[in-house]
């Protein structure tokens, strides 16, 4: 939906399920020599400035990731890995004003050989995106934050999110993730996603596939269709796997919370998810 920004929502709740899920998932992928592919079907910009006005005017970012920031810089509580591998990951990016969004993510963790596409088809994300990924990334060295050339240069594609899936799928290299985030502000997003994404596993059925997903509690209904149907394309072909949903339940506007559904996912990853959310669900409250 070219309407939604996720400027103003970057860093929220929400994300930090996603993205610590997102994380505990290409740290699982990079354990092995083997290169990976990761299909980012709604990518957005990549970086965001946290003093950006967006962000200031919803203060979403001050209530999610920079709270949970200063925790992490504060606490000597033993921190779940799910939530200190992503914020070793983000600290680089938050001491300098920062927020690395999932695309920043993704391009931390890749090596040689491996490959990423970003979809992302909204004009003004779409600029920045392709700016940002010729930064450098941001890491933790010996003596302070430093930069770092990628190891992976990012496909940009500026088009239609699942059209670009189904294109994408299977890629040559068959290890690897797609993660899809649509906004689901238009009803039809519920459907496309079904279709997308079943298709996609019709077709790349060795991927891992990790769905974001928003509870709203006036579209509960679609919600459950959707991942009722997804967890039935999991089970059934030549390679049928198990899924996964984890959510995280808060208060924010007009949201209850988030989910993520993993379908043939790494071994114990929803026992991290379930370890991170635990905490999170503690220190939200």
């Known amino acids: 939906m070219l309407s939604y920004q996720h400027e103003y929502h970057a860093g929220n709740k929400a994300d930090i399920l996603k993205h610590i899920c997102l994380t505990l998932i290409l740290q699982s992928l990079c354990k092995k020599d083997k290169a990976f592919t990761v299909i980012d079907t709604h990518a957005s910009v990549g970086r965001f400035f946290l003093n950006d006005e967006k962000l200031v005017k919803t203060g979403e970012a001050v209530r999610g990731i920079q709270k949970l920031f200063d925790f992490y810089k504060t606490s000597s509580l033993f921190l779940p890995e799910g939530i200190r591998l992503y914020l070793e990951k983000e600290e680089p990016y938050l001491e300098k004003g920062l927020y690395a969004g999932s695309p920043e993510l993704e391009r931390l963790f890749m090596r040689k050989g491996d490959s990423l596409f970003l979809i992302e088809k909204h004009p003004q994300a779409l600029r920045a995106l392709q700016e940002n990924i010729e930064k450098d990334i941001l890491v933790n060295g010996e003596n302070g934050y430093a930069e770092k050339k990628a190891e992976v240069r990012a496909f940009v594609k500026n088009a239609d999110s699942y059209e ?62 959707m991942l009722s149907a997804l967890e039935d394309i999991a089970k059934l072909g030549l390679n049928p796997t198990s899924s996964f949903r984890c959510e995280f339940t808060f208060e924010e506007k007009n949201l209850s919370g988030s989910g993520m559904l993993v379908i043939n996912p790494p071994w114990q990853l929803k026992e991290k998810l379930e370890e991170s959310i635990s905490l999170l669900s503690k220190l939200f409250d």
């Open 164 to 225: 670009s899936l189904n294109a994408l799928t299977p890629p040559k290299i068959k290890r690897g993730l797609i993660i899809c985030d649509p906004s689901f502000e238009d009803l039809s997003d519920y459907k496309q996603v079904t279709e997308a994404l079943s298709l996609a596993r019709k077709k790349w059925n060795t991927g891992i596939i990790a769905l974001w997903y928003p509870i709203l509690d006036h579209k509960k209904n679609e919600t459950a269709k």
